[in-house]
């Protein structure tokens, strides 16, 4: 009595290295754990990435802008439901596992930078740069939003820090 606690507490002690079967037992955590490229350590925002990089070129570089625009809102809001309902469940609000907001944000880079392969390696070179680095005020929405909307606004802004510096790289004509 009085020691049971609510069911949306999370669990008792947070949960630091899920196991494939946790994550593959629910839609919202294989989508936030990247379909799966969330487990594979070292660098699961890395892996993360670089599932985006693939999805990209498989499923999404020859939409039109209008379906792109669309699938990145709808991947940005489903990101944050997911990313919120996974780091409840863990017990850590940006349990690095979660790395769908890896995935959207570099589709955002990839979608507005050229389409050569050496101009999309430096795009995701660059996006990883600016996600671990976290300059100002990347660093502020990653300690700001301990939830969903954090775990996935963060990383949009390290891709716009990415999109700037390749922009530059374009205009100064070291990418195509």
Not at 49 to 76: E, K
Not at 84 to 109: F, S, T
Not at 110 to 115: A, E, Q
Request: aromatic share 12%.
């Amino acid at each position: 009595m009085g020691t049971d606690l609510p069911k949306d507490s999370g669990p008792a002690r947070p949960i630091l290295r899920p196991s494939a079967a946790w994550v593959f037992s629910r839609p919202e955590r294989i989508l936030a754990f990247g379909l799966g490229s969330g487990l594979i350590y070292p660098a699961p925002g890395t892996w993360g990435t670089l599932a985006g990089w693939l999805l990209w070129a498989v499923l999404l570089r020859d939409l039109s802008d209008g379906w792109m625009i669309l699938v990145l809102l709808l991947s940005f809001g489903i990101g944050c439901w997911a990313a919120q309902r996974c780091g409840d469940d863990l017990g850590v609000p940006d349990h690095g596992g979660i790395n769908w907001d890896e995935i959207v944000a570099i589709w955002l880079v990839l979608w507005l930078m050229p389409h050569d392969f050496w101009s999309q390696a430096v795009s995701v070179a660059l996006f990883r740069f600016f996600d671990i680095v976290k300059p100002p005020p990347v660093s502020l929405f990653d300690r700001r939003f301990k939830n969903g909307f954090g775990v996935m606004i963060d990383d949009i802004v390290a891709a716009l820090y990415a999109l700037l510096a390749g922009a530059l790289l374009v205009r100064l004509g070291m990418l195509s």
